[in-house]
């Protein structure tokens, strides 16, 4: 069954929890407007900020975006993918829940 990026995301983060994985989401979805989008761009919200920053003890921060099947990066996402890798993090996207899983996995965030 195909899942929305929402449902992956509280799918994948009721696991996090579970697991006891420090994560949190940068709420930086959906559309803002006036006077609100610059004081957000002021106080750090950037559009293309992966969905999930997930920090793990002596592993590395992921920064995960979910997508959908089928779909695509932003440019802004991109963007960041690539500040995210020059600065020696990792940066995934993973387009289901069990792509999700398999990155957690081959991160050593579960077994």
């Not at 996090?16 to 002021?42: D, M, S, W």
Request: with cysteine; proline share 4%; hydrophobic share 40%.
């Amino acid at each position: 069954m195909k899942m929305n990026e929402t449902k992956i995301q509280k799918q994948l983060v009721k696991i996090l929890i579970a697991a006891g994985i420090t994560h949190f989401h940068p709420a930086n979805e959906g559309k803002k407007r006036g006077r609100t989008v610059g004081q957000l761009k002021y106080m750090g919200v950037y559009p293309g900020v992966p969905d999930l920053i997930i920090i793990g003890y002596r592993l590395p921060v992921l920064f995960l975006e979910l997508k959908a099947e089928g779909g695509r990066l932003s440019k802004d996402q991109v963007d960041w993918q690539g500040k995210i890798e020059r600065a020696g993090h990792v940066w995934r996207a993973a387009y289901c829940l069990d792509e999700a899983l398999g990155v957690l996995k081959e991160l050593g965030y579960l077994k």
